[in-house]
């Protein structure tokens, strides 16, 4: 099994400030790597596909980065809208696995 | 304007079989392009894959789950199924059905459906 984690579990931050978000894999999964945006009550909302390609109608403030084990989601400027948690997941093979999720509230 | 609705008992018994079936509208199940899949979130806690069934029928489980999951099509009602046998208090979750596109991710999601495990 692929398993994923993230960093940090929790991130405290302001309207405006630069977020950086870090999902490891425990092998290489390539580029087959998206990133999700959850609000309480709701479903995962897809933001990234592929690393790096942002999904349809998603801000140009989000991006991915990264390939192999290593990769990143950085919201360039935050927004009222942006405080949820955030999944990173992996699709290399068949069996999906998602990270635990980043919490990012309010400082 | 696919839609994906989810649909079953909000509680179940333990030992007993969880069943929820995802309604698809909007689009085929039939087509070869996508997978149907589960996915769940015990309350305050994470995302889990379950398992996903592409059109032919072929099936692939989170093998945490492997053998209690069942996953299957019923292409005349647009429908897939999931059945979760010998359930406890750890399968409470809410349920989520969504589709992917070979090789890609998840953008299609219902809206979920809470499962209570409890006598």
């Known amino acids: 099994d692929i398993q994923m984690t993230q960093s940090p579990s929790t991130l405290s931050a302001s309207v405006g400030d630069r977020v950086t978000i870090t999902c490891r894999a425990s092998q290489s999964i390539s580029s087959w790597l998206a990133w999700y945006q959850q609000k309480p009550g709701k479903a995962p909302k897809l933001l990234i596909y592929?690393?790096?390609s942002l999904e349809s109608g998603v801000p140009s403030r989000f991006s991915g980065s990264g390939s192999g084990t290593e990769f990143t989601l950085t919201i360039s400027s935050l927004q009222p809208d942006d405080f949820a948690t955030y999944y990173c997941?992996?699709?290399?093979?068949?069996?999906?696995?998602f990270g635990p999720g980043t919490k990012v509230d309010i400082k | 304007q696919l839609q994906l609705q989810e649909s079953g008992p909000g509680l179940v018994k333990p030992s007993e079989t969880l069943s929820l079936t995802c309604t698809v509208s909007g689009g085929s199940i039939s087509s070869s392009s996508y997978y149907w899949g589960w996915i769940r979130q015990p309350p305050g806690k994470g995302l889990e894959w379950i398992g996903s069934i592409y059109y032919s029928g072929s099936t692939y489980y989170n093998p945490s789950l492997k053998s209690r999951v069942t996953i299957s099509v019923d292409t005349s009602k647009n429908q897939f199924s999931l059945k979760l046998s010998s359930v406890t208090a750890a399968d409470t979750a809410v349920y989520y059905c969504a589709r992917r596109g070979v090789d890609t991710a998840i953008p299609d999601w219902g809206q979920g459906t809470l499962v209570t495990v409890s006598s």
């Open positions: 592929k690393a790096s």
């Open positions: 997941q992996q699709y290399n093979s068949y069996f999906l696995t």
